[in-house]
């Protein structure tokens, strides 16, 4: 079982926390055939740089966001990466190194130079287009604009009502059939404070609620549907004396705590009724897979581990790969469904799949309304770095998968492709190759994942894990 007293098992895989600062823009070539009906653009995000000026994050899920641009084209194919120019990274250029604080490393100078610790966007989570702008989302402050054809920075944008200045979760939802845009947005302090954007599919705002969380938590992803917002407050529990007095970074502030169990917080999208309350078991979740309303109960989907070993604490997977070590990660992600049944305000929590999960993806013409399949990377053995694909087919319960050697595997992005049924397509993952040291995009389709991928688009570099992607089509 995986711990910190050795070197990573793969040594390859710390190309995962190696930067990448130049920026690219060529033609990569292909391994295979591109599909025909493959059109558009993915757009990625993550974190690109880890060490600038001699100053090292201390864990990889922090890093200035680098966008990643695939053209697939009738002219052909082109990559480019481009870091977002938000005011952090202007003013470090300027100064030749990491000079503020993010979210898990103290800026360097100590105790003095964190008091208040105010943390900077890096816009560096997730990227999508809306209204034809390209948004990259960190998970303080508001998102930044960029212009989807140049990847040129465009500065900040407002996504709730006017003046309200609040941390937006990089994770938003867009209804797959009505497209409407809603956001969470999360106020720390004395009290937590959760604010439920809705946008129209034209971009109008529709709604702006603000409620009390019943206790503060990390939240990372959410549910909705198309009557409800849900919020999972695992019990991660930020101690905001310590990080505000300097002494420790936002995710050194964070403390598991199973013996408080989770919370899920249901909010009616129309402000008819008063939040509802659920206590469930503890369990940690990153991501939602999706969430729809079946009767008079929500069904969520969610990857959820039992622990997150693998992000808090000393010897954290994350945090031990920037110093070449395996670190703790013995808790998978299991697939996981909530039934919270409203009437009978009861909730049910089933474990679908024990198998280790992560990064869940469905259609995005399915979002918010009942799918049938959903997508995840996968990993035989209980750690973070996936070398695999999944699909589980929830109406059955069978689940096909690939792992393939020496290769990490990212998120699966799914595409439709429009001459086959629905929720069928291919699934987008960029991966990195440990025999050749480069990074590549595997295209799988969705109805023969075991097969492998039927094409690899090669870049001629590694680069850092990337978190999130959306397919823009043309
Ligand atoms: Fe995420």
């Given at each position: 079982m995986a711990d910190t007293v050795g070197t990573i098992g793969k040594s390859w895989l710390i190309g995962l926390a190696s930067s990448l600062r130049e920026e690219h823009d060529y033609a990569p070539e292909v391994d295979g055939v591109l599909p025909r009906g493959l059109k558009g653009t993915l757009f990625r995000n993550g974190p690109g740089c880890f060490e600038f000026g001699g100053v090292r994050k201390r864990h990889l899920l922090d890093g200035d966001g680098m966008i990643q641009a695939f053209d697939f084209t009738d002219k052909g194919l082109r990559y480019r990466n481009r870091y977002v120019r938000t005011r952090k990274f202007l003013a470090e250029q300027a100064a030749r190194r990491f000079v503020m604080p993010t979210w898990t490393t103290r800026a360097p100078g100590g105790v003095i130079r964190n008091v208040g610790n105010k943390i900077r966007s890096q816009a560096g989570v997730t990227t999508l287009v809306k209204n034809g702008c390209l948004y990259a989302f960190d998970e303080v402050g508001l998102p930044y604009g960029l212009d989807?054809?140049?990847?040129?920075t465009l500065g900040e944008r407002q996504v709730g009502p006017p003046q309200l200045r609040i941390d937006y979760k990089a994770h938003t939802k867009t209804?797959?059939?009505?497209?409407d845009w809603l956001l969470l947005g999360v106020e720390h302090g004395p009290r937590t404070w959760l604010n439920v954007v809705q946008r129209s599919a034209d971009g109008e705002l529709v709604s702006h609620q603000r409620v009390a969380a019943p206790r503060p938590s990390y939240i990372h992803d959410w549910f909705f549907t198309e009557r409800y917002v849900v919020v999972l407050l695992h019990p991660?529990?930020?101690s905001l004396p310590r990080f505000l007095s300097g002494l420790a970074s936002f995710t050194d502030s964070l403390q598991w705590r199973p013996d408080k169990g989770n919370v899920l917080v249901v909010l009616d999208r129309a402000g008819a009724s008063e939040p509802v309350l659920f206590s469930a078991d503890p369990s940690f979740m990153w991501h939602s897979l999706n969430a729809f309303d079946l009767g008079d109960s929500i069904v969520a989907d969610f990857v959820g581990y039992d622990e997150p070993d693998h992000f808090l604490g000393e010897k954290a997977a994350f945090r031990a790969i920037m110093c070449g070590l395996q670190g703790l990660q013995q808790h998978k992600g299991k697939l996981r469904r909530y039934v919270i049944n409203l009437p009978r305000k009861r909730i049910i929590q089933e474990v679908l799949s024990e198998e280790n999960h992560e990064f869940p993806m469905v259609d995005a013409a399915v979002s918010g309304h009942r799918h049938r399949y959903g997508y995840f990377t996968t990993a035989a053995e209980s750690t973070v770095f996936h070398n695999g694909l999944a699909r589980v087919d929830m109406e059955n319960g069978s689940r096909e998968q690939v792992l393939l050697d020496d290769v990490h595997l990212g998120e699966p992005v799914f595409v439709r492709d429009q001459e086959a049924g629905p929720e069928q397509g291919w699934l987008l993952s960029l991966g990195l190759d440990g025999r050749t040291g480069n990074s590549f995009l595997g295209i799988f389709r969705t109805d023969s994942i075991?097969?492998?991928?039927?094409a690899r688009v090669l870049l001629r570099h590694p680069t850092p894990l990337s978190f999130h992607g959306y397919w823009h089509g043309r």
């Amino acid at each position: 079982m995986a711990d910190t007293v050795g070197t990573i098992g793969k040594s390859w895989l710390i190309g995962l926390a190696s930067s990448l600062r130049e920026e690219h823009d060529y033609a990569p070539e292909v391994d295979g055939v591109l599909p025909r009906g493959l059109k558009g653009t993915l757009f990625r995000n993550g974190p690109g740089c880890f060490e600038f000026g001699g100053v090292r994050k201390r864990h990889l899920l922090d890093g200035d966001g680098m966008i990643q641009a695939f053209d697939f084209t009738d002219k052909g194919l082109r990559y480019r990466n481009r870091y977002v120019r938000t005011r952090k990274f202007l003013a470090e250029q300027a100064a030749r190194r990491f000079v503020m604080p993010t979210w898990t490393t103290r800026a360097p100078g100590g105790v003095i130079r964190n008091v208040g610790n105010k943390i900077r966007s890096q816009a560096g989570v997730t990227t999508l287009v809306k209204n034809g702008c390209l948004y990259a989302f960190d998970e303080v402050g508001l998102p930044y604009g960029l212009d989807p054809d140049t990847l040129e920075t465009l500065g900040e944008r407002q996504v709730g009502p006017p003046q309200l200045r609040i941390d937006y979760k990089a994770h938003t939802k867009t209804d797959g059939r009505n497209g409407d845009w809603l956001l969470l947005g999360v106020e720390h302090g004395p009290r937590t404070w959760l604010n439920v954007v809705q946008r129209s599919a034209d971009g109008e705002l529709v709604s702006h609620q603000r409620v009390a969380a019943p206790r503060p938590s990390y939240i990372h992803d959410w549910f909705f549907t198309e009557r409800y917002v849900v919020v999972l407050l695992h019990p991660v529990e930020l101690s905001l004396p310590r990080f505000l007095s300097g002494l420790a970074s936002f995710t050194d502030s964070l403390q598991w705590r199973p013996d408080k169990g989770n919370v899920l917080v249901v909010l009616d999208r129309a402000g008819a009724s008063e939040p509802v309350l659920f206590s469930a078991d503890p369990s940690f979740m990153w991501h939602s897979l999706n969430a729809f309303d079946l009767g008079d109960s929500i069904v969520a989907d969610f990857v959820g581990y039992d622990e997150p070993d693998h992000f808090l604490g000393e010897k954290a997977a994350f945090r031990a790969i920037m110093c070449g070590l395996q670190g703790l990660q013995q808790h998978k992600g299991k697939l996981r469904r909530y039934v919270i049944n409203l009437p009978r305000k009861r909730i049910i929590q089933e474990v679908l799949s024990e198998e280790n999960h992560e990064f869940p993806m469905v259609d995005a013409a399915v979002s918010g309304h009942r799918h049938r399949y959903g997508y995840f990377t996968t990993a035989a053995e209980s750690t973070v770095f996936h070398n695999g694909l999944a699909r589980v087919d929830m109406e059955n319960g069978s689940r096909e998968q690939v792992l393939l050697d020496d290769v990490h595997l990212g998120e699966p992005v799914f595409v439709r492709d429009q001459e086959a049924g629905p929720e069928q397509g291919w699934l987008l993952s960029l991966g990195l190759d440990g025999r050749t040291g480069n990074s590549f995009l595997g295209i799988f389709r969705t109805d023969s994942i075991g097969d492998g991928p039927i094409a690899r688009v090669l870049l001629r570099h590694p680069t850092p894990l990337s978190f999130h992607g959306y397919w823009h089509g043309r």
